[in-house]
């Protein structure tokens, strides 16, 4: 753990939580600066920036028991989030998970894809080649 990584005080009890969830390998709480009633947060208790840095045993649990946060929400719409790296709006240096709930336009997560059409299907090609070849 990092003394100074918040949710780190949290898996501690330093800072209180409203768990909904407590393993040994996993936490998940309500976002106390939810962006929808029912925002809740899913983290490995280890401490890692970005998801690369997890363990893979460590991660074993986190989706099983974002799925069953989505179950005990009863949300019909709603959205998965992880973020890595401040490009990629990270805010809190250790690995966590949304469950947002998507009640409406207005609430929830909000987003654009600008997906690219013109693609070159032979660099997509190549570039699957490419990390099969790593994985």
Not at 78 to 87: F, H, K
Not at 103 to 116: D, H, K, M, S, T
Request: with cysteine.
């Amino acid at each position: 753990m990092a003394a100074s990584c918040i949710f780190c005080k949290i898996i501690k009890g330093d800072i209180p939580s409203m768990k909904l969830f407590e393993s040994s390998k996993t936490l998940a709480f309500l976002d106390i600066q939810p962006l929808s009633k029912g925002h809740a947060l899913i983290i490995p208790k280890h401490h890692g920036a970005k998801l690369t840095d997890i363990p893979d045993d460590q991660l074993s649990e986190v989706l099983a028991v974002t799925k069953q946060i989505a179950k005990a929400s009863q949300a019909s719409d709603y959205n998965i989030l992880q973020n890595n790296g401040r490009a990629a709006h990270q805010i809190v240096d250790h690995v966590h998970f949304h469950f947002i709930p998507k009640p409406n336009e207005r609430e929830g997560l909000g987003i654009e894809w600008p997906a690219n059409a013109d693609q070159d299907k032979g660099e997509l090609s190549k570039m699957a080649e490419e990390w099969r070849s790593k994985m």
